[in-house]
């Protein structure tokens, strides 16, 4: 399922999804104190761009809290709820349930994606 599932995902949505937070990341990078958030972005594009057969598990500090408040205001809410609603959009087929549970979890890890670590299974 992790080969087919990530290129239909890719199709369908992984690649829109994975270029927003990489342009997320560019916009974080261009000031220095952004470049720590500006990498994570481009961490978390890889997993947008194919999730199957990859899991998220949260951990979190200092750092990520504050962090993850910046981020939630600045670009987390705009990519939360792109990645809802197209996950919305994806249940409303049987055959997109898989793809849309798959939307979900970015959204959860755009609202928090700092303490977040990707998970290989």
């Known amino acids: 399922m992790g080969c ?3 290129t239909v995902w890719f199709l369908c949505s992984g690649l829109w999804q994975g270029i927003s937070w990489g342009l997320a990341g560019v916009l974080w990078s261009i000031t220095i104190v952004g470049i720590p958030i500006g990498k994570q972005c481009f961490k978390l594009a890889s997993l947008v761009f194919f999730p199957f057969g990859k899991e998220i598990q949260y951990r979190g500090n200092t750092f ?3 962090a993850n408040f910046f981020w939630m205001i600045l670009s987390g809410i705009p990519l939360a709820v792109s990645a809802f ?6 249940c409303c087929t049987v055959i997109g349930i898989p793809f849309g549970i798959q939307c979900f979890k970015i959204a959860k890890l755009a609202l928090s994606p700092f303490g977040a670590v990707i998970i290989y299974t």
């Open 85 to 90: 609603l197209n996950g919305v959009l994806l």
């Open 64 to 66: 990520s809290v504050i």
């Open 4 to 6: 087919l599932g990530n």
